[in-house]
């Protein structure tokens, strides 16, 4: 045995050598990214319910969606900036203080959209704001992931790598239940009706915002736990070697760009998959049915989702053990192949006929869709935060692993809610799931092409040249 895999089999330290206790490690990866998730499907939801009333007024409801729907993914194409951005600073400054800046660069562009003023009082200036909002949420986010998930693989012991990863995993179920568990409640206190919603009710005039302007005490709680972290004793050994490069992007680019194409298309799915059920569907379900949509109440709906993601958060721990006992590789081609065959089940789901519409909607139908959709998603999500970083060496994990995660979210998620709009509008539910299964087929091949990665050392040098490196 090797002294690195020694040294990773240890309990986690600190450079001088102190005791990092687990459940400091644990809780820091996962409250960090839960509160990101959070800040993040706060908009996502608004997009939806409250932003195509409110910031993109249109002749008809579908183009005030998709309008709000083209700034949600405006997140998408920050997402890769923050990446190099913060996966710069993170491999060469260290994954701490890395995860402070993108915490506190999401929870900022958070706050202020809860004090935005909407297009009826300030005009154009008021989408251009929210956009420029939402570009600052997908930097911080572009930055947050990696970083949480280099914490747990870095600290993780021999052989359990996957099942410590699944920690900052929880943080999306996580999120997604507080964000869109606080927008029912809001709701349900105000009584407001998605079906006929009301701009003068107190919910469109103010309760929106309580969401977001809620995000600085949680982001404070983040801030606090972070800063009493120390640096994984991986990258502090990397820096000791004298192994980290002046340019990360430049790095990973010469030495390791068939690995940023596998973690591309190895996320791919996962990302169609989860943005299909979390921001689409909701689109999908309260829609109006003379849009081919099925009119299903908000609230109603939403509930439905809250215990669909009770799901994923229960399978997410289950993906790494499995992944840890079995393999990243054969693990996730059995779950993407579930997936690509779970794409052609939609129409029998979700097809106005077989679903019905408004009051008469078979709720238990759509539940059995959104429970097995979520559980799909955790078992494919829990176990990318150990693939990913185990692509890359040490001095540019960061970059790495950052960069394929986010490309991929411009390919599976920016894009998804729109092209199933769209897809629906023009052809028909049953193309969505063609679509997923389209998605799932690429992931399956990038899987084909990659190496397992379970036992993978992360002590490993980078194959940057010696001019490219930077003494500690």
């Known amino acids: 045995m090797s002294t690195a895999t020694t040294r990773e089999a240890d309990e986690p330290t600190t450079r001088t050598g102190t005791h990092v206790p687990k459940s400091r490690i644990i809780f820091a990866s996962l409250v960090g990214t839960s509160i990101e998730f959070y800040d993040?499907?706060?908009?996502a939801t608004?997009?939806?319910s409250v932003f195509p009333l409110l910031f993109f007024p249109a002749a008809d409801?579908?183009?005030?969606?998709?309008?709000?729907?083209?700034?949600f993914g405006v997140a998408f194409i920050a997402r890769p900036v923050g990446s190099v951005v913060f996966g710069h600073f993170g491999d060469r400054l260290g994954r701490k203080a890395t995860l402070l800046g993108s915490l506190l660069t999401m929870g900022i562009a958070t706050v202020l959209i809860g004090l935005l003023p909407t297009y009826h009082q300030i005009g154009l200036w008021a989408p251009a704001m929210l956009a420029i909002m939402r570009f600052c949420q997908g930097l911080g986010l572009g930055g947050e992931w990696s970083g949480a998930a280099l914490l747990a693989t870095e600290t993780a012991e021999k052989g359990k790598r996957a099942r410590a990863a699944m920690w900052?995993?929880?943080?999306?179920?996580?999120?997604?239940?507080?964000?869109?568990g606080f927008f029912l409640l809001l709701t349900i206190w105000m009584g407001h009706d998605s079906t006929d919603p009301r701009h003068d009710g107190t919910f469109l005039t103010w309760g929106w915002r309580v969401p977001f302007l809620a995000s600085a005490v949680i982001v404070a709680l983040g801030v606090y736990v972070r800063v009493k972290l120390e640096e994984?004793?991986?990258f502090a050994r990397a820096v000791a070697r004298g192994e980290k490069v002046k340019t990360p992007l430049k790095a990973v680019l010469r030495t390791s760009w068939r690995q940023l194409i596998q973690g591309t298309f190895i996320m791919l799915a996962t990302y169609t998959l989860f943005y299909l059920f979390t921001t689409w569907i909701l689109s999908y379900a309260i829609g109006a049915t003379e849009n081919g949509m099925l009119g299903i109440g908000y609230r109603q709906f939403l509930v439905l989702?809250?215990?669909?993601i009770l799901f994923f958060a229960a399978m997410t721990p289950v993906s790494g053990a499995l992944a840890d006992r079995f393999g990243r590789k054969p693990f996730l081609i059995v779950v993407t192949a579930l997936i690509l065959l779970f794409g052609f089940t939609f129409n029998a789901f979700l097809a106005p006929e077989t679903m019905g519409t408004g009051a008469e909607a078979n709720l238990g139908l759509m539940l059995v869709f959104l429970v097995v959709g979520m559980t799909l998603m955790g078992l494919t999500f829990g176990v990318q935060s150990a693939i990913l970083p185990e692509l890359f060496p040490t001095?540019?994990?960061?970059?790495?692993?950052?960069?394929?995660y986010n490309f991929s979210s411009i390919l599976g998620a920016a894009v998804a809610p729109f092209i199933?709009?769209?897809?629906?509008?023009s052809y028909g539910v049953a193309w969505v799931g063609v679509y997923l299964a389209s998605m799932a087929l690429l992931t399956l091949l990038a899987l084909f092409a990659t190496k397992e990665t379970r036992d993978r050392d992360l002590d490993t040098l980078s194959d940057a040249p010696e001019a490219e490196r930077v003494t500690a």
């Open 305 to 308: 989702q809250l215990i669909a």
């Open 40 to 43: 993040f499907y706060v908009y």
């Open 46 to 48: 608004a997009a939806i």
């Open 420 to 425: 199933a709009a769209w897809l629906v509008q």
């Open 395 to 404: 001095n540019v994990r960061y970059t790495g692993s950052a960069i394929a």
């Open 168 to 180: 900052p995993q929880l943080g999306a179920p996580i999120g997604f239940l507080f964000a869109n």
């Open 232 to 234: 994984t004793p991986v």
């Open 61 to 71: 409801a579908s183009g005030a969606l998709l309008a709000s729907l083209a700034t």
